[in-house]
């Protein structure tokens, strides 16, 4: 039998990042298990939950690791495997009948990610920000999520921040729901008195509302 290869050891994260990764576990558990008890925990509603977690954590970890002189794209594929497999082992500890499915849905989620987003590899990056253009093409949700990640806010803290439900906001930042005027100034005004400065949430084209 072929000897399998054993998984690339990364270096640590830092103790910001690692904290914001772990309240982001924290978060998605607990999500979790309060779904498993309202008796709707389903393959679309964990890749929902899960979704979110995989996005937010490997926008965290890609940037810090990018900023690394040692930095190499092959570390990609070791932070994605981490990153799933974390997920899909919260999920087991509390039902695993769809954990293959969702698995696979993690992993196309992580690519239509990295699509939209301006991750270097090979080179020194720069921390994702907001763009700040009219005609710039990233999503919503993606402005709101480099800003919360940023802000170094977990997604409940920001939802109370917002006066809304946690679940409202994990809609806004997967795109299955687009987020009101009214909520987009709530945004604003939250993420521009944590980073004292002003913040700008552009609509890019052909954006639908759900």
């Given at each position: 039998?072929?000897?399998?290869s054993?998984p690339?050891?990364?270096?640590?994260?830092?103790?910001?990042g690692?904290?914001?990764?772990?309240?982001?576990?924290?978060s998605?558990?607990?999500?979790?298990?309060?779904?498993?008890?309202?008796?709707?925990?389903?393959?679309?509603?964990?890749?929902?939950?899960?979704?979110?977690?995989?996005?937010?954590?490997?926008?965290?970890?890609?940037a810090?690791y990018?900023?690394?002189?040692?930095?190499?794209?092959?570390?990609?594929?070791?932070?994605k495997?981490?990153?799933v497999?974390?997920?899909i082992?919260?999920?087991?500890?509390?039902?695993?009948?769809?954990?293959p499915?969702?698995?696979?849905?993690?992993?196309?989620?992580?690519?239509?990610?990295?699509?939209t987003?301006?991750?270097?590899?090979?080179?020194?990056?720069?921390?994702?920000?907001?763009?700040?253009?009219?005609?710039?093409?990233?999503?919503?949700?993606?402005?709101i999520?480099?800003?919360?990640?940023?802000?170094?806010?977990?997604?409940?803290?920001?939802?109370?921040?917002?006066?809304?439900?946690p679940?409202?906001?994990?809609?806004?930042l997967?795109?299955?729901?687009?987020?009101?005027?009214?909520?987009?100034?709530?945004?604003?005004?939250?993420?521009?008195?944590?980073?004292?400065?002003?913040?700008?949430?552009?609509?890019?084209?052909?954006?639908?509302?759900?």
């Amino acid at each position: 039998m072929p000897k399998k290869s054993s998984p690339l050891l990364l270096p640590p994260l830092s103790r910001s990042g690692l904290q914001l990764v772990q309240s982001l576990e924290e978060s998605a558990y607990r999500d979790l298990s309060a779904s498993f008890r309202r008796g709707s925990l389903n393959a679309a509603n964990v890749t929902a939950i899960l979704g979110t977690y995989v996005v937010n954590v490997i926008s965290v970890e890609l940037a810090y690791y990018t900023h690394l002189e040692n930095y190499s794209s092959i570390w990609d594929v070791e932070i994605k495997r981490a990153t799933v497999e974390t997920a899909i082992g919260m999920l087991c500890r509390i039902d695993s009948s769809d954990s293959p499915i969702v698995k696979s849905n993690l992993y196309s989620i992580i690519e239509n990610h990295l699509r939209t987003k301006s991750f270097k590899t090979e080179t020194t990056a720069k921390t994702p920000t907001i763009p700040h253009t009219p005609n710039d093409a990233k999503s919503i949700g993606n402005q709101i999520d480099d800003l919360r990640c940023e802000c170094e806010m977990t997604v409940e803290a920001l939802a109370e921040a917002l006066h809304l439900t946690p679940r409202s906001v994990y809609r806004h930042l997967s795109g299955q729901a687009d987020p009101r005027k009214t909520h987009l100034a709530a945004y604003a005004k939250v993420f521009s008195g944590k980073l004292q400065r002003q913040v700008i949430l552009n609509s890019p084209p052909h954006s639908k509302r759900h």
